[in-house]
């Protein structure tokens, strides 16, 4: 149980494109879910918390309008780079609050690598 | 404020050998601490957490964790390490008293297992 699917698993996309990433809940409902960002060899710096029928919460530095973030259901929470340019490449990760035994933890999606040309 | 050390960027062990993995804390009110793994190009994998009970937590895959309340440590441990080991690992505590949807993650720990 308490699976997040993340897709695409990879994107490669020209500079000035938009690029959409799905995170799916599949076997519960997740009212919230957590978009990080991951630079080559460092940790994960949290962008924004997702929240089901209203606004995303942004971390300080994190560009609203760049990093568009849409939770539209119990089980979707999608990320869109807009304009994207090569400085966006990197590892994105959600992640819903976790059941059973991750309960009290994050259960992660498999993540997506953005490359920006 | 929350945060979680990893005072080491890599780990070398040999196949076979006890591994440890080390994490320190600082938290504002009771520590709700987490091990996650993490494979090339993939998410994070839950290993362990410790939210209360006793100090010595097993988790996925033989690691185990120790709590010490008066070092401040929770330091990841297996009695015997694997090559398919090898991955990086990130120790992480959740923000109970501000935000406690806001996990903090250490600066993870390459652990590199040798045949």
């Known amino acids: 149980g308490a699976v997040v699917s993340q897709h695409p698993s990879r994107v490669i996309c020209k500079s000035g494109t938009s690029v959409k990433i799905e995170c799916r809940s599949l076997d519960f409902q997740a009212t919230t879910m957590f978009w990080y960002r991951q630079f080559p060899k460092q940790s994960l710096m949290l962008m924004a918390t997702?929240?089901?029928?209203?606004?995303?919460?942004?971390e300080q530095g994190v560009e609203k309008d760049k990093f568009l973030i849409n939770h539209a259901s119990l089980t979707l929470s999608t990320l869109t780079v807009t304009s994207a340019h090569p400085e966006d490449s990197s590892f994105y990760i959600c992640?819903?609050?976790?059941?059973?035994?991750?309960?009290?933890?994050?259960?992660f999606g498999s993540g997506t690598r953005l490359t920006v040309v | 404020a929350q945060s979680v050390a990893q005072p080491e960027d890599q780990v070398n062990v040999a196949e076979g050998n006890p591994l440890t993995v080390k994490c320190t804390y600082s938290?504002?009110?009771?520590?709700?601490l987490f091990w996650y793994v993490q494979y090339p190009n993939r998410g994070l994998q839950f290993l362990l957490k410790?939210?209360?009970?006793?100090?010595l937590v097993k988790g996925s895959y033989g690691f185990e964790a120790e709590f010490n309340k008066s070092q401040t440590s929770f330091h990841l441990k297996k009695p015997s390490a694997l090559v398919s080991d090898s991955a990086l690992y990130f120790c992480a505590v959740r923000d109970e008293v501000y935000n406690f949807n806001k996990f903090y993650f250490g600066s993870g720990t390459k652990l590199n297992v040798k045949p």
């Open positions: 997702s929240n089901e029928g209203s606004k995303a919460t942004y």
């Open positions: 992640s819903a609050p976790g059941r059973g035994e991750t309960n009290y933890g994050y259960t």
């Open positions: 410790y939210i209360t009970g006793d100090n």
């Open positions: 938290v504002s009110g009771n520590p709700y």
